[in-house]
Protein backbone atom coordinates (compact mmCIF):
# COMPACT_ATOMS: atom_id res chain seq x y z
CA UNK A 1 0.00 0.00 0.00
CA UNK A 2 0.79 3.41 -0.20
CA UNK A 3 1.07 5.31 2.72
CA UNK A 4 1.82 9.41 3.58
CA UNK A 5 2.10 10.17 7.52
CA UNK A 6 2.17 13.52 7.97
CA UNK A 7 4.50 14.52 11.48
CA UNK A 8 7.93 12.89 11.48
CA UNK A 9 7.73 13.14 15.40
CA UNK A 10 8.51 10.37 17.83
CA UNK A 11 5.02 8.48 16.79
CA UNK A 12 5.62 9.21 12.56
CA UNK A 13 8.65 8.20 12.37
CA UNK A 14 8.11 4.85 14.30
CA UNK A 15 4.75 4.14 12.15
CA UNK A 16 6.33 5.36 9.17
CA UNK A 17 9.32 3.15 9.27
CA UNK A 18 6.77 0.21 10.77
CA UNK A 19 4.74 0.43 7.59
CA UNK A 20 7.57 0.60 5.31
CA UNK A 21 9.62 -2.23 7.20
CA UNK A 22 5.92 -4.53 6.23
CA UNK A 23 6.03 -3.70 2.69
CA UNK A 24 4.82 -0.82 2.06
CA UNK A 25 5.71 2.52 -0.07
CA UNK A 26 5.45 5.14 2.78
CA UNK A 27 6.44 9.31 2.89
CA UNK A 28 7.19 11.10 6.06
CA UNK A 29 6.42 14.52 5.76
CA UNK A 30 7.13 17.24 8.32
CA UNK A 31 7.50 20.94 7.91
CA UNK A 32 10.63 20.88 9.74
CA UNK A 33 13.49 20.78 7.13
CA UNK A 34 16.23 20.77 9.73
CA UNK A 35 14.59 17.29 11.20
CA UNK A 36 13.49 15.68 6.77
CA UNK A 37 17.20 17.20 6.15
CA UNK A 38 18.46 15.13 8.88
CA UNK A 39 16.58 12.13 8.03
CA UNK A 40 17.78 12.32 4.37
CA UNK A 41 21.09 12.29 5.53
CA UNK A 42 20.74 9.24 7.55
CA UNK A 43 20.89 11.06 11.33
CA UNK A 44 17.74 9.87 13.24
CA UNK A 45 16.51 13.01 15.12
CA UNK A 46 15.54 11.21 18.50
CA UNK A 47 16.99 8.31 20.41
CA UNK A 48 14.72 5.37 20.32
CA UNK A 49 16.56 1.96 20.30
CA UNK A 50 16.65 -0.22 16.99
CA UNK A 51 15.18 2.80 15.45
CA UNK A 52 18.29 4.18 13.10
CA UNK A 53 18.86 0.50 11.86
CA UNK A 54 15.35 0.57 10.59
CA UNK A 55 14.88 3.70 8.72
CA UNK A 56 18.49 3.16 6.84
CA UNK A 57 17.17 -0.23 6.21
CA UNK A 58 14.36 0.55 4.98
CA UNK A 59 15.39 3.79 3.15
CA UNK A 60 17.78 1.86 1.40
CA UNK A 61 15.28 -0.71 0.09
CA UNK A 62 13.57 2.79 -1.25
CA UNK A 63 10.39 1.43 0.62
CA UNK A 64 10.61 4.76 2.98
CA UNK A 65 11.37 8.66 2.13
CA UNK A 66 10.87 11.69 3.97
CA UNK A 67 10.02 15.21 2.37
CA UNK A 68 8.81 18.80 3.46
CA UNK A 69 6.76 18.50 0.03
CA UNK A 70 3.64 18.15 1.58
CA UNK A 71 1.70 18.26 -1.31
CA UNK A 72 3.21 15.95 -3.23
CA UNK A 73 2.93 13.46 -0.20
CA UNK A 74 -0.72 14.31 0.29
CA UNK A 75 -0.84 13.37 -3.92
CA UNK A 76 1.19 10.24 -3.79
CA UNK A 77 -0.89 7.69 -1.34
CA UNK A 78 -3.97 6.99 -0.62
CA UNK A 79 -3.92 6.52 2.95
CA UNK A 80 -3.27 9.58 5.02
CA UNK A 81 -1.76 9.49 8.79
CA UNK A 82 -1.78 12.84 10.78
CA UNK A 83 0.44 12.30 13.32
CA UNK A 84 1.69 16.09 14.30
CA UNK A 85 1.68 17.17 18.23
CA UNK A 86 -1.28 17.63 20.47
CA UNK A 87 -0.04 20.00 23.00
CA UNK A 88 -2.16 21.32 25.87
CA UNK A 89 -4.10 24.87 25.30
CA UNK A 90 -4.17 27.20 27.98
CA UNK A 91 -6.81 25.81 29.49
CA UNK A 92 -6.06 21.97 29.59
CA UNK A 93 -7.70 20.67 26.31
CA UNK A 94 -5.52 19.61 22.99
CA UNK A 95 -5.22 22.39 21.04
CA UNK A 96 -6.22 21.15 17.37
CA UNK A 97 -3.98 23.77 15.31
CA UNK A 98 -1.50 21.39 13.70
CA UNK A 99 -4.23 18.80 13.28
CA UNK A 100 -6.62 20.97 11.41
CA UNK A 101 -3.96 22.58 9.28
CA UNK A 102 -2.81 19.36 7.99
CA UNK A 103 -6.67 18.62 7.63
CA UNK A 104 -6.91 21.55 5.38
CA UNK A 105 -3.57 21.00 3.37
CA UNK A 106 -5.13 17.22 2.63
CA UNK A 107 -8.78 18.72 1.57
CA UNK A 108 -6.83 21.31 -0.65
CA UNK A 109 -3.92 19.24 -1.99
CA UNK A 110 -6.91 15.40 -2.46
CA UNK A 111 -6.31 14.21 -6.24
CA UNK A 112 -8.92 11.31 -5.31
CA UNK A 113 -10.02 8.91 -2.44
CA UNK A 114 -8.34 9.33 0.57
CA UNK A 115 -8.13 7.34 4.04
CA UNK A 116 -7.27 9.82 6.24
CA UNK A 117 -6.35 8.84 9.96
CA UNK A 118 -6.02 10.63 12.92
CA UNK A 119 -3.07 8.86 14.43
CA UNK A 120 -2.47 11.96 17.21
CA UNK A 121 -4.42 11.64 20.57
CA UNK A 122 -7.13 14.02 19.84
CA UNK A 123 -10.22 14.95 22.04
CA UNK A 124 -13.61 13.12 21.73
CA UNK A 125 -15.54 14.72 18.15
CA UNK A 126 -11.99 15.53 16.45
CA UNK A 127 -12.38 12.81 13.44
CA UNK A 128 -15.80 14.85 12.17
CA UNK A 129 -14.07 18.23 13.01
CA UNK A 130 -11.14 16.86 10.27
CA UNK A 131 -14.13 15.77 8.07
CA UNK A 132 -15.70 19.15 8.13
CA UNK A 133 -12.58 21.30 7.69
CA UNK A 134 -11.47 18.57 4.36
CA UNK A 135 -15.17 18.91 3.08
CA UNK A 136 -14.42 23.30 3.17
CA UNK A 137 -11.69 22.40 0.42
CA UNK A 138 -12.75 18.91 -2.01
CA UNK A 139 -15.68 17.69 -3.24
CA UNK A 140 -13.87 14.22 -3.62
CA UNK A 141 -15.07 10.95 -1.93
CA UNK A 142 -12.76 10.54 1.21
CA UNK A 143 -13.08 8.68 4.76
CA UNK A 144 -11.86 10.01 8.49
CA UNK A 145 -10.61 7.33 10.97
CA UNK A 146 -9.59 7.16 14.01
CA UNK A 147 -6.20 4.64 15.38
CA UNK A 148 -4.82 5.92 18.47
CA UNK A 149 -1.40 4.98 18.99
CA UNK A 150 -0.44 3.49 22.39
CA UNK A 151 3.37 3.11 21.69
CA UNK A 152 5.98 3.91 24.75
CA UNK A 153 8.74 5.93 24.05
CA UNK A 154 11.43 2.99 24.74
CA UNK A 155 10.18 0.62 23.53
CA UNK A 156 8.06 2.02 20.53
CA UNK A 157 8.98 -0.43 17.52
CA UNK A 158 8.40 -3.63 19.96
CA UNK A 159 5.28 -2.19 20.73
CA UNK A 160 4.19 -0.51 17.10
CA UNK A 161 5.33 -3.73 15.40
CA UNK A 162 3.42 -6.06 18.05
CA UNK A 163 0.79 -4.09 19.95
CA UNK A 164 -1.31 -5.45 22.62
CA UNK A 165 -4.90 -3.76 20.34
CA UNK A 166 -5.43 -2.21 17.35
CA UNK A 167 -8.04 0.13 17.65
CA UNK A 168 -10.18 1.56 14.73
CA UNK A 169 -13.00 3.94 14.92
CA UNK A 170 -14.76 3.93 11.41
CA UNK A 171 -17.96 3.78 10.01
CA UNK A 172 -17.10 3.49 6.25
CA UNK A 173 -16.80 0.01 5.24
CA UNK A 174 -14.27 0.46 2.76
CA UNK A 175 -12.03 2.08 4.90
CA UNK A 176 -12.52 -0.54 7.62
CA UNK A 177 -11.33 -2.98 5.26
CA UNK A 178 -8.31 -1.50 4.13
CA UNK A 179 -6.77 -0.61 7.83
CA UNK A 180 -7.70 -3.86 8.90
CA UNK A 181 -5.43 -5.31 5.98
CA UNK A 182 -2.56 -2.80 6.90
CA UNK A 183 -2.56 -3.83 10.38
CA UNK A 184 -2.93 -7.77 9.86
CA UNK A 185 1.22 -7.99 9.71
CA UNK A 186 1.27 -6.61 13.28
CA UNK A 187 -1.37 -8.82 14.88
CA UNK A 188 -0.12 -12.64 13.47
CA UNK A 189 -0.13 -13.46 17.13
CA UNK A 190 -3.67 -13.12 17.40
CA UNK A 191 -4.02 -9.85 19.10
CA UNK A 192 -7.19 -8.07 18.05
CA UNK A 193 -8.05 -5.77 15.89
CA UNK A 194 -10.90 -3.58 17.28
CA UNK A 195 -13.34 -1.91 15.18
CA UNK A 196 -15.26 0.89 16.63
CA UNK A 197 -17.45 3.88 16.30
CA UNK A 198 -14.80 7.06 16.10
CA UNK A 199 -16.22 9.04 19.33
CA UNK A 200 -15.52 5.51 21.27
CA UNK A 201 -11.72 4.90 19.68
CA UNK A 202 -10.55 8.55 20.75
CA UNK A 203 -12.20 8.20 24.15
CA UNK A 204 -10.59 4.67 24.38
CA UNK A 205 -6.67 6.82 23.82
CA UNK A 206 -7.68 9.37 27.17
CA UNK A 207 -9.28 6.64 29.34
CA UNK A 208 -6.35 4.49 28.95
CA UNK A 209 -3.52 7.09 29.43
CA UNK A 210 -5.94 8.23 32.42
CA UNK A 211 -6.14 5.10 33.79
CA UNK A 212 -2.32 4.58 33.46
CA UNK A 213 -2.01 7.80 35.37
CA UNK A 214 -4.22 6.99 38.05
CA UNK A 215 -2.16 3.80 39.42
CA UNK A 216 0.86 5.86 38.81
CA UNK A 217 -0.35 8.87 41.40
CA UNK A 218 -2.17 5.99 43.52
CA UNK A 219 1.45 4.03 44.33
CA UNK A 220 2.57 7.18 44.68
CA UNK A 221 0.19 8.96 47.50
CA UNK A 222 0.51 5.73 49.45
CA UNK A 223 4.19 6.40 49.04
CA UNK A 224 3.66 9.01 50.65
CA UNK A 225 1.45 7.39 53.36
CA UNK A 226 4.25 4.70 54.01
CA UNK A 227 7.21 7.85 54.55
CA UNK A 228 4.12 9.14 57.08
CA UNK A 229 3.55 5.92 58.77
CA UNK A 230 7.24 4.20 58.31
CA UNK A 231 5.97 1.61 56.43
CA UNK A 232 8.46 0.35 53.26
CA UNK A 233 6.74 0.56 49.60
CA UNK A 234 8.55 -1.76 48.32
CA UNK A 235 7.24 -3.97 50.43
CA UNK A 236 3.72 -2.52 49.91
CA UNK A 237 4.65 -3.04 46.48
CA UNK A 238 5.14 -6.51 45.99
CA UNK A 239 2.20 -7.57 48.75
CA UNK A 240 -0.47 -5.70 46.49
CA UNK A 241 0.78 -6.77 42.74
CA UNK A 242 1.05 -10.22 43.73
CA UNK A 243 -2.81 -9.98 43.77
CA UNK A 244 -4.03 -10.84 40.38
CA UNK A 245 -6.80 -8.49 40.03
CA UNK A 246 -4.44 -5.60 40.47
CA UNK A 247 -0.67 -7.15 38.96
CA UNK A 248 2.91 -6.23 39.35
CA UNK A 249 3.07 -3.72 36.40
CA UNK A 250 2.93 0.32 36.43
CA UNK A 251 2.80 0.45 40.76
CA UNK A 252 6.52 1.50 41.26
CA UNK A 253 6.79 4.50 43.27
CA UNK A 254 8.94 7.72 42.04
CA UNK A 255 9.04 11.59 41.42
CA UNK A 256 5.36 11.72 39.65
CA UNK A 257 4.86 11.39 35.76
CA UNK A 258 5.93 12.97 33.04
CA UNK A 259 6.61 12.91 29.60
CA UNK A 260 4.91 14.27 26.31
CA UNK A 261 1.42 12.54 26.98
CA UNK A 262 0.08 11.41 30.45
CA UNK A 263 -0.01 15.07 31.73
CA UNK A 264 -1.09 16.62 28.41
CA UNK A 265 -4.08 13.79 28.25
CA UNK A 266 -4.94 13.54 31.88
CA UNK A 267 -5.40 17.78 31.41
CA UNK A 268 -7.54 16.77 28.31
CA UNK A 269 -9.52 14.75 29.62
CA UNK A 270 -10.97 16.29 32.48
CA UNK A 271 -11.09 19.10 30.21
CA UNK A 272 -13.17 17.08 28.14
CA UNK A 273 -15.51 16.21 30.97
CA UNK A 274 -15.62 19.53 32.06
CA UNK A 275 -16.81 21.00 29.06
CA UNK A 276 -19.91 18.18 28.86
CA UNK A 277 -20.89 19.02 32.33
CA UNK A 278 -19.32 16.40 33.93
CA UNK A 279 -16.49 16.62 37.01
CA UNK A 280 -13.91 13.76 36.53
CA UNK A 281 -13.45 13.67 40.22
CA UNK A 282 -10.59 10.43 40.26
CA UNK A 283 -8.63 12.06 37.36
CA UNK A 284 -8.42 15.29 39.14
CA UNK A 285 -7.22 14.45 42.12
CA UNK A 286 -4.71 11.91 40.04
CA UNK A 287 -3.27 15.06 39.02
CA UNK A 288 -3.34 16.67 41.85
CA UNK A 289 -1.24 13.89 43.52
CA UNK A 290 1.12 14.03 40.57
CA UNK A 291 1.54 18.15 41.16
CA UNK A 292 2.70 17.50 44.83
CA UNK A 293 5.00 14.31 44.32
CA UNK A 294 6.81 16.12 42.00
CA UNK A 295 7.89 18.23 45.11
CA UNK A 296 8.52 15.97 47.44
CA UNK A 297 12.15 14.71 46.63
CA UNK A 298 13.48 18.25 46.48
CA UNK A 299 11.72 18.92 50.16
CA UNK A 300 13.59 15.89 51.21
CA UNK A 301 16.81 17.68 50.25
CA UNK A 302 15.65 21.00 51.68
CA UNK A 303 14.56 19.46 55.23
CA UNK A 304 17.96 17.59 54.93
CA UNK A 305 19.89 20.91 53.83
CA UNK A 306 18.23 22.73 56.67
CA UNK A 307 16.86 24.75 54.06
CA UNK A 308 19.73 26.43 52.81
CA UNK A 309 20.85 25.14 49.41
CA UNK A 310 22.71 28.45 48.41
CA UNK A 311 26.03 27.77 47.32
CA UNK A 312 25.49 23.93 47.55
CA UNK A 313 26.64 21.72 44.30
CA UNK A 314 23.94 18.81 43.13
CA UNK A 315 25.22 15.96 41.15
CA UNK A 316 21.76 14.79 38.94
CA UNK A 317 21.84 11.32 37.32
CA UNK A 318 19.08 11.53 35.14
CA UNK A 319 17.29 13.58 32.87
CA UNK A 320 14.90 12.65 30.32
CA UNK A 321 11.56 11.57 31.80
CA UNK A 322 12.09 7.70 31.84
CA UNK A 323 15.21 5.41 30.66
CA UNK A 324 15.70 4.39 26.92
CA UNK A 325 14.49 7.98 25.49
CA UNK A 326 15.99 11.27 25.20
CA UNK A 327 12.50 12.95 25.71
CA UNK A 328 12.30 15.61 28.75
CA UNK A 329 8.91 16.73 27.80
CA UNK A 330 7.75 17.68 32.15
CA UNK A 331 10.17 15.29 32.79
CA UNK A 332 10.80 15.43 36.89
CA UNK A 333 13.86 16.66 36.62
CA UNK A 334 13.39 19.89 35.06
CA UNK A 335 11.11 20.70 38.04
CA UNK A 336 14.04 19.64 40.03
CA UNK A 337 16.90 21.55 38.21
CA UNK A 338 14.28 24.51 38.54
CA UNK A 339 13.86 23.86 42.19
CA UNK A 340 17.71 23.90 43.08
CA UNK A 341 19.15 26.51 40.86
CA UNK A 342 16.36 28.83 41.75
CA UNK A 343 17.03 28.58 45.14
CA UNK A 344 21.23 29.25 44.30
CA UNK A 345 22.23 25.84 43.94
CA UNK A 346 24.32 24.62 41.13
CA UNK A 347 23.44 21.32 39.51
CA UNK A 348 25.65 18.92 37.52
CA UNK A 349 24.03 16.32 35.14
CA UNK A 350 24.36 13.49 33.53
CA UNK A 351 22.39 11.63 31.30
CA UNK A 352 22.96 8.80 28.77
CA UNK A 353 20.61 10.57 25.78
CA UNK A 354 18.83 13.57 27.11
CA UNK A 355 22.20 16.31 27.36
CA UNK A 356 21.30 17.99 24.13
CA UNK A 357 18.01 18.28 24.82
CA UNK A 358 18.62 19.32 28.42
CA UNK A 359 20.99 21.92 26.68
CA UNK A 360 18.31 23.35 24.77
CA UNK A 361 15.58 23.42 27.59
CA UNK A 362 18.26 25.10 29.84
CA UNK A 363 20.10 27.07 26.99
CA UNK A 364 20.07 30.10 29.33
CA UNK A 365 21.73 28.69 32.51
CA UNK A 366 24.20 25.79 30.91
CA UNK A 367 27.76 27.06 32.03
CA UNK A 368 26.19 29.58 34.76
CA UNK A 369 24.22 27.02 37.33
CA UNK A 370 23.60 24.10 35.44
CA UNK A 371 26.60 21.66 33.71
CA UNK A 372 26.15 19.02 31.93
CA UNK A 373 28.85 15.57 31.85
CA UNK A 374 28.65 13.06 30.06
CA UNK A 375 30.22 10.96 31.62
CA UNK A 376 28.47 10.40 35.44
CA UNK A 377 31.18 10.24 37.55
CA UNK A 378 32.17 13.37 36.45
CA UNK A 379 29.47 15.16 37.37
CA UNK A 380 30.04 13.85 41.07
CA UNK A 381 33.21 16.15 41.23
CA UNK A 382 32.84 19.08 44.61
CA UNK A 383 28.76 17.80 44.94
CA UNK A 384 27.05 17.75 48.23
CA UNK A 385 25.10 15.51 47.13
CA UNK A 386 23.51 13.01 44.24
CA UNK A 387 20.09 13.14 43.22
CA UNK A 388 18.61 10.26 41.19
CA UNK A 389 15.71 10.96 38.73
CA UNK A 390 16.05 8.53 36.17
CA UNK A 391 16.06 4.95 36.09
CA UNK A 392 18.56 4.13 33.45
CA UNK A 393 20.23 0.86 33.76
CA UNK A 394 23.57 2.14 34.03
CA UNK A 395 22.83 3.67 37.09
CA UNK A 396 21.47 0.71 38.83
CA UNK A 397 24.83 -0.79 40.22
CA UNK A 398 27.20 2.14 40.41
CA UNK A 399 30.84 2.31 42.22
CA UNK A 400 29.19 2.79 45.78
CA UNK A 401 32.94 3.39 47.41
CA UNK A 402 33.71 6.14 44.23
CA UNK A 403 30.53 8.06 44.79
CA UNK A 404 31.19 7.89 48.61
CA UNK A 405 34.64 10.19 48.12
CA UNK A 406 33.58 12.29 46.04
CA UNK A 407 31.02 13.63 47.67
CA UNK A 408 31.27 16.38 50.22
CA UNK A 409 28.28 14.80 53.11
CA UNK A 410 27.66 12.01 51.45
CA UNK A 411 24.13 11.70 50.64
CA UNK A 412 22.19 10.22 48.05
CA UNK A 413 18.31 11.72 46.95
CA UNK A 414 17.04 8.71 45.08
CA UNK A 415 13.78 9.20 43.28
CA UNK A 416 13.47 5.95 41.71
CA UNK A 417 14.15 3.31 44.92
CA UNK A 418 17.13 1.84 42.69
CA UNK A 419 19.39 1.43 45.42
CA UNK A 420 19.28 -0.91 48.80
CA UNK A 421 18.78 1.29 51.88
CA UNK A 422 20.72 -1.09 54.43
CA UNK A 423 23.53 -1.61 52.10
CA UNK A 424 24.41 2.36 51.82
CA UNK A 425 23.57 3.33 55.52
CA UNK A 426 26.27 0.17 56.21
CA UNK A 427 28.52 2.10 53.94
CA UNK A 428 27.48 5.74 55.99
CA UNK A 429 25.76 7.24 53.12
CA UNK A 430 23.25 9.04 53.77
CA UNK A 431 20.43 7.98 51.94
CA UNK A 432 16.65 8.46 51.00
CA UNK A 433 14.26 7.32 49.07
CA UNK A 434 10.25 7.16 48.24
CA UNK A 435 8.05 5.79 50.72
CA UNK A 436 11.02 3.38 52.26
CA UNK A 437 12.16 4.13 55.96
CA UNK A 438 15.85 4.17 55.99
CA UNK A 439 17.63 2.32 58.58
CA UNK A 440 19.45 4.70 60.92
CA UNK A 441 15.39 5.97 60.31
CA UNK A 442 15.88 8.90 58.33
CA UNK A 443 13.29 9.34 55.21
CA UNK A 444 13.63 13.07 55.12
CA UNK A 445 9.63 14.00 55.35
CA UNK A 446 8.39 17.19 56.46
CA UNK A 447 6.18 15.66 58.79
CA UNK A 448 6.93 14.33 62.21
CA UNK A 449 9.32 12.42 64.20
CA UNK A 450 11.04 11.52 61.50
CA UNK A 451 11.89 14.88 60.09
CA UNK A 452 13.28 15.62 63.80
CA UNK A 453 15.78 13.05 63.48
CA UNK A 454 16.85 14.51 60.01
CA UNK A 455 17.26 18.01 61.59
CA UNK A 456 19.01 16.68 64.20
CA UNK A 457 21.34 14.69 62.36
CA UNK A 458 21.79 18.12 59.40
CA UNK A 459 22.70 20.47 62.51
CA UNK A 460 25.16 17.48 64.24
P1 LIG B 1 6.35 15.31 18.06
O1 LIG B 1 6.27 16.67 18.59
O2 LIG B 1 7.54 14.46 18.33
O3 LIG B 1 6.15 15.33 16.47
C1 LIG B 1 5.17 16.09 15.81
C2 LIG B 1 5.73 16.49 14.45
O4 LIG B 1 4.70 17.08 13.68
C3 LIG B 1 6.86 17.52 14.51
O5 LIG B 1 8.01 17.02 13.85
C4 LIG B 1 6.29 18.75 13.79
O6 LIG B 1 7.27 19.46 13.07
C5 LIG B 1 5.29 18.09 12.86
N1 LIG B 1 4.24 19.00 12.37
C6 LIG B 1 3.49 19.91 13.07
N2 LIG B 1 2.62 20.51 12.26
C7 LIG B 1 2.79 20.00 11.01
C8 LIG B 1 2.17 20.22 9.75
N3 LIG B 1 1.16 21.09 9.61
N4 LIG B 1 2.60 19.51 8.68
C9 LIG B 1 3.60 18.61 8.83
N5 LIG B 1 4.22 18.36 9.99
C10 LIG B 1 3.83 19.03 11.08
O7 LIG B 1 5.01 14.57 18.58
P2 LIG B 1 4.82 13.02 18.98
O8 LIG B 1 5.40 12.74 20.31
O9 LIG B 1 5.20 12.18 17.81
O10 LIG B 1 3.23 12.98 19.16
C11 LIG B 1 2.35 13.09 18.06
C12 LIG B 1 0.96 12.72 18.53
O11 LIG B 1 0.94 11.34 18.96
C13 LIG B 1 0.47 13.54 19.74
O12 LIG B 1 -0.92 13.74 19.62
C14 LIG B 1 0.76 12.61 20.91
O13 LIG B 1 -0.09 12.85 22.00
C15 LIG B 1 0.48 11.25 20.31
N6 LIG B 1 1.19 10.14 20.93
C16 LIG B 1 2.48 10.30 21.33
C17 LIG B 1 3.16 9.23 21.92
C18 LIG B 1 4.58 9.38 22.37
O14 LIG B 1 5.05 8.53 23.13
N7 LIG B 1 5.30 10.40 21.96
C19 LIG B 1 2.50 8.00 22.09
C20 LIG B 1 1.18 7.87 21.66
C21 LIG B 1 0.53 8.95 21.08
Keep these: MKITVIGTGYVGLVAGTCFADTGNEVVCADLDEKKITSLNQGTIPIYEPGLSDMVKRNVKEERLLFTTDIKDAIERSEIIFIAVGTPSDEDGSADLKYVLAVARDIGTYMNGYKVVVDKSTVPIGTAEKVETEIKKHTDRKFAVVSNPEFLKEGAALDDFLRPDRVVIGAEDE ?120 KTILLNKILTYFDNTINGKTFAMWGLAFKPQTDDMREAPAIDMIRGLTDKGAKVQAHDPEALNEAARIFEKQVGRDLFLHERRYDSLEGADALIVMTEWNAFREPDFHLIKEMLHRPAIFDGRNLYNPKRLHDMNIDYFSIGRPSPNGLNGHSNGRITEKVIEKSVA
Design 174 to 293: QAIKIMCSLYQPFVRSGKPILVMDRRSAELTKYAANALLATKISFINDVANLCDVVGADIEMVRKGIGSDSRIGPRFIYPGTGYGGSCFPKDVQAIIKTAQDHGYNLDIIRSVENVNRRK
